[in-house]
């Protein structure tokens, strides 16, 4: 007699998954001036760190739509979350080792963000193949363990460095990269299955012909953009709003983004069978644009901290809910579609936030003139299903 298999055991992993992405995306920017001061690393090299976090992520979703149904999900995710562990502990000594430490912080950045693109990629097909009833509904619950693995991060970190100083910042690294390392025995034991049996699966030039796929990938960069856009520029409305020091605006802001970010995929993850996604996404598309221009607009700083924390809960079900209507408009999608809707996602992230810098400089050093243009996307997010709603789910070919 065979047993029953247990699936809330991949589901418990896979949120533990979405922690150790967190930490790979949180935890290290706490420690720029650390590094500065430590290594003599100038700011200007430091500022490439997340630009190489967010490339190599991007890499990774490109290159999982060729390698990840080959090699199995089992392994891949059991690497992401190695690479994970070994990237966080190499930060504590390769920069020592190195004649050029700058150089060990770099090649650990590459590490754990290979470990976080995989992630990024396998969790959701991984979950979606489970026979869980109310996909939509687990699928934002689990996609919430990412911000409450980032409030996690940043105030547990915060509160390490109070008690115990900011020079034992390696212990703390230590300890975080112990997370991914005790979740790897978790998927050892999980029970994993494919998302599509072999030849169900449309394949990547069926998929790259799909005109709907293409309003998919269109969706999701919308969603990166409207997300990570509010959730990069958070400190700084934290710090002109309430008048707090720099340091105190890099914790408070994202942290409160995050929160409320991580509220609102919880709440459709226990109403989600009461609610019409796409309906409950244009709402948020909506709201989101008024939170972009609540923060760019407003002349009082306080209501740019209302905007900044009120887009955390309008986007919050953006990107599960983006996945999950993919799911449904292309069944036979497969992993690669999972995978290019994590690229999509990290185009949006990655280029939105730099285009709002990039058009404040222009303005003079406003940034509410690089956040009023980003107002855009969460517009064409909300045109996008507008048009969805009007057009037809793909057969499995």
Request: net charge positive; aromatic share 10%.
């Amino acid at each position: 007699m065979t047993s029953k298999k247990n699936y809330k055991k991949t589901l418990i992993a896979c949120y533990l998954g979405f922690v150790t992405q967190a930490i790979s995306a949180n935890f290290t920017p706490l420690l720029f001036l650390t590094f500065k001061n430590t290594y003599g690393i100038t700011l200007e090299k430091i500022a490439m760190i997340p630009m190489v976090f967010y490339l190599t992520q991007l890499i990774v979703d490109l290159a999982a739509t060729k390698f990840a149904d080959k090699i199995g999900y089992r392994t891949c995710v059991i690497l992401s979350q190695i690479v994970s562990s070994v990237g966080l502990i190499s930060m504590v000594f390769l920069p020592e080792l190195l004649p050029h430490p700058f150089a060990g912080i770099i090649i650990s950045v590459v590490l754990y963000a290979v470990g976080s693109g995989l992630i990024e990629v396998l969790l959701s097909p991984i979950v979606e193949a489970c026979p869980f009833e109310n996909k939509e509904g687990v699928m934002s619950t689990l996609h919430s363990f990412y911000c409450w693995g980032a409030v996690g991060v940043i105030l547990g970190s915060t509160l390490f460095f109070a008690l115990f100083g900011l020079e034992n910042w390696k212990i703390l690294t230590v300890i975080w990269a112990l997370i991914p390392l005790y979740n790897t025995l978790n998927f050892i034991n999980c029970p994993i299955e494919k998302l599509n049996s072999d030849g169900e699966s449309m394949g990547v030039r069926n998929l790259l012909k799909t005109p709907i796929f293409w309003l998919m990938i269109l969706l999701m960069i919308c969603t990166g953009a409207s997300e990570a856009t509010m959730a990069q520029w958070a400190s700084a409305f934290t710090e002109s709003a309430i008048g707090v020091s720099k340091a105190v605006g890099d914790l408070a802001g994202p942290c409160l983004f995050a929160m409320f970010m991580g509220i609102s995929r919880m709440m459709y993850g226990r109403f989600s069978e009461r609610l019409n996604l796409r309906k409950i996404m244009l709402i948020c598309g909506i709201m989101a644009a008024g939170c972009y221009l609540l923060a760019s607009l407003s002349a009082l700083p306080v209501l740019g901290l209302a905007g900044c924390a009120l887009c955390g809960l309008a986007v919050g079900i953006m990107w599960p809910g983006s996945i999950s209507i993919s799911s449904k408009a292309c069944p036979g999608g497969g992993t690669a579609m999972f995978a290019f809707l994590a690229l999509a996602g990290d185009l949006g992230a990655t280029v939105s936030p730099a285009m709002v810098g990039s058009l404040a400089e222009m303005a003079g050093g406003n940034l509410k003139t690089g956040l009023l243009a980003a107002t855009g996307f969460p517009v064409v997010l909300v045109i996008c299903l507008i048009v969805l709603g009007r057009v037809r789910v793909v057969k499995r070919r």
